[in-house]
């Protein structure tokens, strides 16, 4: 059974950070991309971060650029989303995926096994 749990979400004011984390079960991780989602009221589903089954390379949008940082653990199933420098419109649900390689992008529509979201809330 596969299973994708996110966790690391919170309440922080702008300019502070939060680390995401995501446990993955029941595929084998270490040949899957990796992505990192989120959502805000309102909004589309967009892709943030992604990283390649070994660990390199990493993707981001734009818009979090030099403040977010993906990385994984394939020994443990596991894959962070280091988040600094929070800004109020980085507000939203996180959702942490799974999908085939090897275009391991920012695309939602390649991602198959996606777990239930952790919430980030930033207040200025």
């Known amino acids: 059974q596969v299973r994708v749990v996110e966790s690391g979400g919170g309440s922080v004011q702008a300019g502070g950070s939060l680390t995401l984390s995501c446990a993955a079960s029941?595929?084998?991780?270490?040949?899957?991309?990796m992505g990192w989602f989120r959502q805000a009221p309102g909004k589309e589903r967009e892709g943030i971060a992604s990283i390649w089954p070994g660990g390199s390379p990493a993707f981001y949008r734009d818009s979090v650029k030099g403040r977010f940082t993906v990385s994984r653990d394939n020994a443990k199933n596991m894959v962070y989303l280091q988040m600094n420098s929070l800004k109020p419109e980085d507000a939203a649900m996180y959702y942490c995926?799974?999908?085939?390689?090897?275009?391991?992008?920012?695309?939602?529509?390649?991602?198959?096994?996606w777990g239930q979201g952790t919430q980030v809330t930033v207040s200025s």
């Open positions: 029941g595929f084998t991780f270490s040949g899957y991309c």
């Open positions: 995926a799974s999908g085939p390689p090897p275009y391991c992008t920012l695309d939602t529509r390649r991602y198959t096994y």
